[in-house]
């Protein structure tokens, strides 16, 4: 992960550059950080989309995890009877594992979306729309693969991102987070460009109502 700081600019005004701490994080040290905190490997592969505007684009990732890792041993033996019979919901998944993946998982996607033109055009112009999207809906739970014996899931790496450069004392970054460009084409190649903007003093407004003046 490298990092780099803004150094202090000499200028007419006076004003002092944000600071801020720029990184560079590969799709390595995101899958590391995540089977750090999983105590397991699992299998992984990531996918650049492209956005509508070119310099923009997202990162799917694809995971896949062994039963004996993320089922309770005491439904190891007939779980793969219980999808068969269609009862999965007996299947208990291990607390600790869900409990680390869930706050890098995708929320529920619904109809609701479809309204939100905002949310719709944000996504699309960085690549996820259409069968992408639908893609990422399907597989935001965890979910069976009868031919090969295992669970599918895809996590959303910017929010593994965000948590590894959150501080350990408050859980969230010290500044504003923005992924700032995604390089690479393939699976091993693929980093993010990410830069943390510590928060400065806001100068201070009088107690002059701007608005009234300018209404007067």
């Given at each position: 992960?490298?990092?780099?700081t803004?150094?202090?600019?000499?200028?007419?005004?006076?004003?002092?550059?944000?600071p801020?701490?720029?990184?560079?994080?590969?799709?390595?040290?995101?899958?590391?950080?995540?089977?750090?905190?999983l105590?397991?490997g699992?299998?992984?592969?990531?996918?650049?989309?492209?956005?509508?505007?070119?310099?923009n684009?997202?990162?799917?990732?694809?995971?896949?995890?062994?039963?004996?890792?993320?089922?309770m041993a005491a439904?190891?033996?007939?779980?793969v009877?219980?999808?068969?019979?269609?009862?999965?919901?007996?299947?208990t998944f291990?607390?600790?594992?869900?409990?680390t993946?869930?706050?890098?998982?995708?929320p529920?996607?619904?109809e609701?979306l479809a309204?939100?033109?905002e949310a719709?055009?944000?996504?699309?112009?960085?690549?996820l729309?259409?069968e992408?999207?639908?893609?990422v809906?399907?597989?935001?739970?965890?979910?069976?693969?009868?031919?090969?014996?295992?669970?599918?899931?895809y996590l959303a790496p910017?929010k593994?991102?965000?948590?590894?450069?959150?501080?350990?004392?408050t859980?969230?970054?010290n500044?504003?987070?923005?992924?700032?460009?995604v390089?690479?084409?393939?699976?091993e190649?693929?980093?993010?460009?990410?830069?943390v903007?510590?928060k400065?003093?806001?100068l201070a407004?009088?107690?002059?109502s701007?608005?009234?003046?300018?209404?007067?």
């Amino acid at each position: 992960m490298e990092t780099t700081t803004n150094t202090q600019v000499v200028n007419k005004a006076g004003i002092e550059p944000i600071p801020s701490d720029r990184y560079v994080i590969s799709t390595a040290q995101v899958v590391q950080y995540l089977q750090d905190k999983l105590g397991f490997g699992f299998g992984f592969d990531f996918t650049r989309w492209v956005g509508a505007v070119p310099d923009n684009s997202y990162v799917r990732m694809r995971c896949v995890f062994q039963s004996s890792d993320i089922i309770m041993a005491a439904n190891e033996t007939d779980f793969v009877t219980r999808i068969l019979n269609k009862n999965s919901a007996a299947i208990t998944f291990k607390d600790t594992v869900i409990d680390t993946l869930k706050p890098y998982m995708y929320p529920k996607i619904d109809e609701s979306l479809a309204q939100d033109q905002e949310a719709i055009q944000r996504m699309y112009k960085i690549g996820l729309f259409g069968e992408r999207l639908m893609e990422v809906a399907r597989y935001s739970e965890l979910d069976y693969c009868e031919q090969k014996g295992v669970w599918r899931l895809y996590l959303a790496p910017e929010k593994i991102i965000v948590d590894m450069l959150s501080d350990p004392k408050t859980g969230k970054p010290n500044g504003d987070l923005s992924i700032i460009t995604v390089l690479g084409t393939s699976s091993e190649s693929i980093r993010w460009e990410v830069s943390v903007s510590r928060k400065t003093n806001v100068l201070a407004n009088t107690d002059l109502s701007v608005e009234a003046v300018y209404r007067a």
